[in-house]
């Protein structure tokens, strides 16, 4: 692929908290904030704790999931006294940190973040962005205590729900597995290890630096598999021995992902897929077991930092 | 052996209860509860009353700990006397109506055994929770339990500290048993941990039923770990944590910890060491519940407690 001149990136956000019983980001915001993080470079960086009410209860959320306010339906919606929290709280950021779509809106968003599940760490963007896979390749190449993993959501810009959609180009750092209000050591220091990087590439960017082209392999969103459930809704059975803990490894028919209550082993059947998200706390109120996605190579070309 | 004058008597455990939800968002308890209130085959044994109890319902529909206040704290004997009905907080009524229920506690009308089940984020594996050195008759249950389940591993943690020691729903029993199995995250049910709490608590339903039969069940020493003290996480001036579990020492429930160890790890990366005069064993290390109650984790030491033999009056 050709050499790609891509405008300079002057300004960074680094969120946490938007799931407020989702620790790591909620620690690592804190940190930056007492050492004064405010600069790599010349990039400046802004941090945020995005749902502070959420975080002090040690709840996700307290009224809705701060993370699917972000749509533009939602951010346009007009402010009245039964606005539910969240939604006002996206505005609020969307104004101090967008408004998503504009010139105004920050370079790049990073919103971090922590599943139950094992997923070592991943990188999800909506879309196949230049800058993204470029620091996706660098966390990939250099970090190597845990897996590192691309996931992208195929949701064009106005649908997309999520915080990091508000800046030019975002992306959020999932890391798990680690319980809901537990404070791992290894996991914050693999976070942050991840966002020194990120600083890294950013400052080497700014400075004029060439970076070389290459693949990158992808996870893209499929389709999300429920528990079964009885006819009061209830689920009727748990995730597989055989499935949990084992995200990203290929699904084939045949393979066991659920025992019943009762015993019985049900298979899945359908096209090889990879699962992830397995037995994701936070998605059993969303009617979801474990994610498919499909794995496609990207490739990207070089970058340099285009001269304003 | 049956003429030893040493041997307990207990009258016949005919009045069991099993707990879950005790806390709403520990889902093996909450699950395998449920599955045995709508059937109970799999719990039922011969001359046995044995009840699957939700002991608090409003958690276990949001999902949380506790709506009000912790259930598992809540059996105090200020609380279970305390007047105010409706304007009482909720597992306070609660725990009035398990006493009533179950209890009175320290009566002789109170349930024979009753199980607790939980989970924690802690990698404590199975766990049996003691509240008395002196229960010879769960001391001889848990010798069985541990046994049956072996080669796999379940411990016995003693908390019989005078300050640490709590008012637990299961207090209400004559013969209270808690079990923990860890680490499974708040609000997520693993089939590996569901299974293992399965296992251990039908090994504890097959031991009341031979003693019941009049199973003689000979003398034993049964290994526990005795609760020391609470350690905290270091904080600042306003209370907020300023070091996680260092981690050397996450994960490492049960192992021992010896002085000049790493304990925790500053958000900028320093060690802080165990700073103890002597080895211990920490249990319930970084359980998420605990960051209100200032605790990542809690030291014990290991003792053999002699049971004397036990049979039916």
């Keep these: 692929m050709e050499r790609t001149s891509v405008p300079p990136i002057h300004n960074v956000a680094i969120c946490g908290g938007t799931h407020g019983n989702e620790l790591t980001g909620v620690y690592i915001v804190r940190e930056m904030q007492k050492q004064k993080m405010e600069k790599a470079g010349s990039v400046s960086v802004t941090t945020v704790e995005t749902n502070p009410r959420a975080v002090a209860a040690g709840r996700r959320y307290t009224e809705m999931d701060l993370n699917r306010c972000f749509t533009d339906v939602l951010l346009s919606s007009p402010i009245t006294e039964s606005t539910l929290y969240e939604v006002r709280r996206a505005q609020e950021l969307n104004a101090q940190l967008?408004?998503?779509?504009?010139?105004?809106?920050?370079?790049?968003?990073?919103?971090?973040?922590?599943?139950?599940s094992n997923m070592g760490l991943c990188l999800i963007f909506y879309s196949i962005d230049w800058i993204t896979l470029h620091i996706y390749k660098y966390i990939e190449n250099n970090l190597s205590s845990v897996p590192v993993r691309a996931i992208q959501l195929d949701i064009p810009s106005s649908k997309a729900y999520s915080l990091e959609s508000v800046g030019k180009h975002g992306f959020a750092i999932e890391v798990g597995p680690q319980p809901n209000g537990v404070l791992r050591a290894d996991i914050f220091n693999v976070v942050k290890e991840a966002l020194d990087l990120t600083l890294q590439w950013l400052q080497k960017f700014s400075s004029g630096h060439s970076f070389e082209g290459g693949t990158v392999e992808a996870y893209t969103f499929v389709k999300s598999v429920d528990?079964?459930?009885?006819?009061?809704?209830?689920?009727?059975?748990?995730?597989?021995?055989?499935?949990?803990?084992?995200?990203?490894?290929?699904?084939?028919?045949?393979?066991?992902?659920?025992?019943?209550?009762?015993?019985?082993?049900?298979?899945?059947?359908?096209?090889?897929?990879?699962?992830?998200?397995?037995?994701?706390?936070?998605?059993?109120?969303?009617?979801?077991?474990?994610?498919?996605?499909?794995?496609?190579?990207?490739?990207?070309?070089?970058?340099?930092?285009?001269?304003? | 052996s049956s003429n030893n004058n040493n041997t307990a008597r207990f009258d016949a455990a005919r009045r069991v209860a099993i707990f879950g939800g005790t806390h709403g968002n520990e889902m093996s308890g909450v699950t395998l509860v449920n599955l045995w209130m709508q059937n109970s085959a799999e719990i039922q044994r011969k001359g046995l009353e044995i009840k699957p109890f939700i002991t608090n319902p409003k958690a276990v529909e949001k999902c949380v700990r506790y709506v009000d206040t912790d259930l598992n704290r809540a059996f105090t004997q200020e609380n279970l006397s305390a007047t105010g009905g409706d304007e009482l907080p909720y597992e306070v009524q609660r725990a009035q109506e398990i006493n009533r229920m179950f209890g009175p506690k320290g009566s002789a009308e109170a349930y024979d055994v009753i199980f607790d089940l939980h989970n924690t984020t802690s990698n404590m594996g199975c766990t049996l929770i003691l509240e008395s050195s002196k229960d010879a008759f769960n001391l001889q249950m848990m010798n069985y339990i541990k046994k049956a389940f072996a080669p796999a591993s379940c411990l016995v943690l003693l908390n019989e500290h005078p300050l640490l020691k709590y008012s637990t729903s299961r207090s209400v029993a004559k013969h209270p048993v808690g079990m923990e199995v860890g680490p499974q995250p708040q609000g997520v049910l693993r089939s590996n941990i569901f299974e293992a709490m399965r296992v251990i608590l039908k090994h504890a339903l097959d031991f009341i039923s031979l003693f019941n039969e009049g199973m003689e069940f000979p003398p034993c020493t049964v290994e526990v770990f005795r609760v020391l003290e609470r350690m905290d996480y270091p904080r600042d001036a306003n209370g907020n944590i300023i070091a996680m579990v260092h981690p050397n020492l996450q994960d490492c429930d049960w192992e021992p910890l010896n002085p000049g160890d790493p304990m925790f790890q500053t958000f900028d990366g320093k060690t802080i060491h165990y700073q103890g005069s002597s080895t211990v064993y920490p249990t319930f290390i970084n359980e998420a519940a605990y960051y209100e109650k200032q605790q990542a984790f809690v030291t014990t030491r290991r003792e053999t407690l002699a049971a004397s033999a036990i049979r039916k009056a």
């Design chain 1, 227 to 308: 528990y079964p459930r009885d006819s009061a809704g209830k689920a009727t059975a748990v995730i597989h021995q055989n499935l949990q803990d084992n995200d990203f490894k290929l699904l084939r028919s045949g393979d066991p992902i659920f025992q019943t209550f009762s015993g019985d082993i049900l298979k899945y059947e359908g096209e090889d897929l990879y699962p992830f998200f397995v037995n994701e706390c936070a998605y059993y109120e969303k009617k979801i077991a474990f994610h498919l996605a499909q794995r496609k190579t990207y490739s990207f070309p070089p970058i340099s930092v285009k001269n304003d």
């Design chain 1, 98 to 116: 967008g408004p998503k779509g504009s010139a105004e809106a920050v370079d790049l968003l990073i919103d971090l973040h922590n599943t139950t």
